[in-house]
């Protein structure tokens, strides 16, 4: 068993952020985001709301995750952390080809089949992400840890402006 104290704030914010991404890919992959501004009532703009609370919600993962590798040690069970999320993300690729091949639900092309044999290069965008983050967090975390309250406060202003502000002005988000 592991010793980790768990902190029931955080867990109970991951919960919410996994029903609030939940709710996110339905409005957004439900086509509910397909109106006309004519017909704008309240349940597009419920819709709307949840989409972008499940964007949002992308970040606060990323976040927490960044909370927990700052003390992350760069030792073997690190690396192994790595490769085990790699093949469980190949596991449920294969699983959900096999299902889809199985069933006949969907037509499987030959680009599907190597997209989910490689799921690495074309899977999901956020263990993407993910894996670069776990791989430069060695990198990272002295140069955060050796950084005084001003800096850092600095450095994470410089970071809200870069991936925050300037998308939402930009149209880039």
């Given amino acids: 068993m592991s010793n980790i104290k768990r902190n029931s704030g955080i867990e109970l914010l991951r919960i919410i952020c996994v029903i609030l991404i939940i709710c996110h890919h339905y409005s957004f992959h439900g086509g509910f985001l397909q109106f006309s501004y004519d017909d704008i009532g309240l349940n597009i703009i419920f819709i709307q709301m949840l989409n972008m609370f499940g964007k949002a ?89 050796a950084m005084n309250k001003k800096e850092y406060t600095l450095f994470l202003m410089l970071l809200l402006f870069i991936w925050c502000i300037v998308p939402t002005f930009t149209g880039t988000a």
Avoid: H, Q
């Fill in 57 to 145: 919600s992308c970040s606060v993962f990323a976040l927490i995750s960044g909370y927990f590798l700052i003390n992350a040690k760069n030792d073997i069970n690190y690396y192994k952390k790595i490769v085990n999320l790699i093949f469980e993300m190949f596991f449920y690729s294969v699983l959900i080809l096999f299902i889809a091949l199985l069933t006949r639900a969907v037509p499987i092309s030959g680009v599907a089949v190597v997209k989910a044999l490689f799921p690495i290069f074309w899977g999901n965008w956020y263990v993407i992400f993910y894996i670069i983050l776990y791989l430069i967090v060695p990198f990272i975390n002295p140069g955060l840890k």
